[in-house]
C-alpha cells in the first residue's frame, strides 16, 4: 500500500485551462487538453491510512478551481487505487476511505456534493504490473473521471 498517489483528472475540454478555466500561456499543474486534464502533482496520505498529508492540498485547491472554472463538468469520480502490496480486502477498504477523504475535501472547499462520486478500486486497476517501487508508485493514485457534461 503507498503512501503516495498520482493524480489525474480525465476530460473532454479543448486547449490548456488555468486553475480558474481560463486559457493559460503558463502549464500549471492542473492542464486540460482535448482527452484529459492531467494534474503533475502527488497526493499523498500517511501510510496505511486516508488522512491526507498536507503538502497534498494545494494540489486538491487547485483541483477545486479547475472544477469551479469548469461548470460544464456535471459528474466526477473520484477513484482511488492502491498498489499490490497488502490484504486484497483491506486494499479495496483503504481505496474507498481515500476515495471518500478527497471527496470531502473537495466539498469543504466549495466543490458540489452533487458533482462527485467516490469509488475505491484497490488494486484491481493496475497501470504497471512490474513488481518494482516504480510501479507501486504508479499504482497507488487518485484520478478523477468524467461521468457525465453539460451539452
Not at 493559460?24 to 501510510?47: A, L
Not at 469520480?77 to 483503504?94: F, K, Y
Not at 513488481?131 to 499504482?139: G, I, L, S, Y
Request: hydrophobic share 40%; net charge negative; glycine share 6%.
Amino acid at each position: 500500500m503507498g503512501s503516495q498517489c498520482q493524480v489525474l483528472v480525465a476530460a473532454f475540454a479543448l486547449g490548456v485551462l488555468s486553475a480558474c478555466g481560463q486559457p493559460s500561456k503558463q502549464p500549471g499543474k492542473v492542464v486540460v487538453t482535448d482527452t484529459e486534464t492531467e494534474i503533475v502533482d502527488v497526493v499523498s496520505f500517511k501510510p496505511g491510512t486516508a488522512e491526507l498529508e498536507p503538502r497534498s492540498l494545494p494540489i486538491l485547491d487547485e483541483v477545486v478551481s479547475t472544477l469551479q472554472g469548469n461548470p460544464s463538468i456535471l459528474l466526477i469520480e473520484v477513484q482511488a487505487h492502491t498498489d499490490e502490496r497488502g490484504d486484497d480486502a483491506a486494499n479495496l477498504e483503504l481505496s474507498k476511505q481515500r476515495a471518500q477523504a478527497v471527496m470531502k475535501y473537495l466539498v469543504d472547499q466549495g466543490v458540489a456534493a452533487a458533482r462527485l462520486t467516490a469509488q475505491g478500486y484497490g488494486e484491481t486497476q493496475p497501470l504497471d504490473r512490474a513488481q518494482t517501487p516504480e510501479a507501486w508508485a504508479k499504482n497507488a493514485r487518485i484520478a478523477f473521471l468524467i461521468l457525465k457534461r453539460s451539452d
